[in-house]
T-cell receptor, first 111, second 115 residues
Framework: GEDVEQSLFLSVREGDSSVINCTYT??????LYWYKQEPGAGLQLLTY?????DMKQDQRLTVLLNKKDKHLSLRIADTQTGDSAIYFC???????????FGSGTRLLVRP | EAGVVQSPRYKIIEKKQPVAFWCNPI?????LYWYRQNLGQGPELLIR????????DSQLPKDRFSAERLKGVDSTLKIQPAELGDSAVYLC?????????????FGPGTRLTVT
C-alpha cells in the first residue's frame, strides 16, 4: 500500500484557511517535511516538524502532528492566490534518510 | 546564497539515445540526492551520495542508469540507452548532512521527454 497518502485536490476561497492532510505508515520518521511545488518548478521546502512535537507554527503555516494516528496536517492561514500549487508531505525514513513522498495535494485558491 | 543548479532544464531525445543530467549542489552541502518524478506523482529517490560515496543506490536501475559525483561536489546522472518510460522530471537535491533536521533543498529539475 501507499506509504504516504494525501487527498488529491483542495479548493478554497482567497482569504480562507486551507488544511491539507497527510497520513503515513512509517512510525520511525523523526522528521516530517512539507514541500510546495509550482508548475514547472522544483520543490520548495516550506517547513518541517520534529516527531516529539505536536504543533509548529511558522508565520501563516501551522503544522499539526498526531504521531499515534500517523497523521500530519498543514494549515495555511489567509490563503492567497500565490499559494496555489501542489503540496507534498514527506516523512523522512530514519533507516535510510530517504524522503517518502505521496502524490501530493493540488491546492486551488479561488479569487 | 545560490540554490541547487541543474542543467539542462529540458531535454527531448529519441529512445535508445543516451542522455546526461548535471547538478551543482548548494555550497558546503555534503549530501546529494537524485530523484525521479513521474507525471502526477511525488519524487522517488534514485541515489544518495555522501561526499563522493554512493551510500544508497538501491532504487537506481543499474542496467541503464549510472551516476557519479567526482570530488564530492557536482554530480552527473546518465541514462543509456533511454526508454520511453524514462520520461519524467529528474530532480537533484542537497543537504548539509544526514543527522538532525538537515533539510533537503531541491533544484528546478530536468524535464526529460523520450520519443
Amino acid at each position: 500500500g501507499e506509504d504516504v497518502e494525501q487527498s488529491l485536490f483542495l479548493s478554497v476561497r482567497e482569504g480562507d484557511s486551507s488544511v491539507i492532510n497527510c497520513t503515513y505508515t512509517d512510525s520511525s520518521s523523526t522528521y516530517l517535511y512539507w514541500y510546495k511545488q509550482e508548475p514547472g518548478a522544483g520543490l520548495q521546502l516550506l517547513t518541517y516538524i520534529f516527531s516529539n512535537m505536536d504543533m509548529k507554527q511558522d508565520q501563516r503555516l501551522t503544522v499539526l502532528l498526531n504521531k499515534k494516528d500517523k497523521h500530519l496536517s498543514l494549515r495555511i492561514a489567509d490563503t492567497q492566490t500565490g499559494d496555489s500549487a501542489i503540496y507534498f508531505c514527506a516523512p523522512r525514513r530514519d533507516s535510510s534518510y530517504k524522503l517518502i513522498f505521496g502524490s501530493g495535494t493540488r491546492l486551488l485558491v479561488r479569487p | 546564497e545560490a540554490g541547487v543548479v541543474q542543467s539542462p532544464r529540458y531535454k527531448i531525445i529519441e529512445k535508445k539515445q543516451p542522455v546526461a543530467f548535471w547538478c551543482n549542489p548548494i555550497s558546503g552541502h555534503n549530501t546529494l540526492y537524485w530523484y525521479r518524478q513521474n507525471l502526477g506523482q511525488g519524487p522517488e529517490l534514485l541515489i544518495r551520495y555522501e561526499n563522493e560515496e554512493a551510500v544508497d543506490d538501491s532504487q537506481l536501475p543499474k542496467d541503464r542508469f549510472s551516476a557519479e559525483r567526482l570530488k564530492g561536489v557536482d554530480s552527473t546522472l546518465k541514462i543509456q540507452p533511454a526508454e520511453l518510460g524514462d520520461s519524467a522530471v529528474y530532480l537533484c537535491a542537497s543537504s548539509l548532512g544526514e543527522t538532525g533536521a538537515y533539510e533537503q533543498y531541491f533544484g528546478p529539475g530536468t524535464r526529460l521527454t523520450v520519443t
